[in-house]
């Protein structure tokens, strides 16, 4: 087992790059694929980030992921910002036992 | 373009069973992964388990037993189980493909399509 570790909240003016990380609590980040999801209020989460790095279909590419093994984190960026990117952002990955979310981000764009 | 419908009831009685099924539209059920993922109100993502669509399963181990899945390959849709529910139980519960899997790496992927979310209260 392991955690995801996401800041509970970010904030950002419009036009400009946010960074959100997710760090892993034990295992290497590399072992398995990171997933970034996001969530408006009422709605499903849907896909922006798979395996790591890819854009999912549909989303613009001021959208980017990575991952960083000496810090053992993911991270989600995000240019350009609109007020349409407010919602909440979540990391997923996996270990042998089970499937595992942070605990989520709330952007807010202003 | 996949859909996924949860139905079932909203409200469930303490130590009752909580019991929803996904229908799949638009894809067959064959050949992938099909998890529940549940998010109390207000709050993150749990994933509860997957069924395959041969009918092997993974479930939480948080869920300490309390879990059942199945599918029906003939109406194309599975369904979740959850005994001895509590108020802790209520959350949003969904329904999604995936995780996908890779198998030129042996990696999981995302959940790549979601039902809408069924609300299910637990309480008397």
């Known amino acids: 087992n392991f955690m995801l570790t996401q800041p509970h909240s970010v904030s950002e003016s419009p036009g400009k790059t946010l960074t959100i990380s997710c760090t892993r609590s034990?295992?290497?980040?590399?072992?398995?694929?990171v997933q970034w999801y996001q969530q408006r209020p009422g709605s499903s989460p849907t896909t922006v980030i798979y395996?790591?790095?890819?854009?999912a279909s549909g989303v613009p590419d001021r959208f980017s992921g990575s991952i960083d093994s000496s810090s053992n984190s993911a991270s989600l960026t995000i240019s350009g910002l609109k007020t349409e990117d407010e919602a909440d952002y979540y990391c997923?990955?996996?270990?042998?036992?089970?499937?595992?979310f942070g605990g989520g981000t709330k952007l807010t764009v202003l | 373009q996949v859909q996924l419908q949860e139905s079932g009831p909203g409200l469930v009685k303490p130590s009752d069973t909580l019991s929803l099924t996904c229908l799949v539209s638009?894809?067959?059920?064959?050949?992938?992964?099909w998890s529940w993922i549940r998010q109390p109100p207000g709050k993150g993502l749990e994933w509860i388990g997957y069924?395959?669509?041969?009918?092997?399963?993974r479930y939480n181990p948080s869920l300490k037993g309390r879990v059942t899945f199945s599918l029906d390959r003939s109406r194309n849709q599975f369904s979740l189980n959850l005994t001895s529910v509590t108020p802790a139980d209520t959350a949003v519960y969904y329904c999604?493909?995936?995780?996908?899997?890779?198998?030129?790496?042996?990696?999981?992927?995302?959940?790549?399509?979601w039902g809408q979310g069924a609300l299910v209260t637990v309480s008397s």
């Open positions: 638009g894809g067959s059920i064959t050949s992938y992964y």
């Open positions: 034990s295992g290497s980040i590399a072992s398995s694929y």
């Open positions: 997923q990955s996996y270990d042998n036992t089970s499937w595992f």
């Open positions: 069924i395959y669509y041969t009918g092997s399963t």
């Open positions: 999604a493909r995936g995780p996908n899997y890779d198998i030129l790496t042996s990696y999981y992927s995302e959940f790549d399509y």
């Open positions: 395996e790591d790095n890819q854009i």
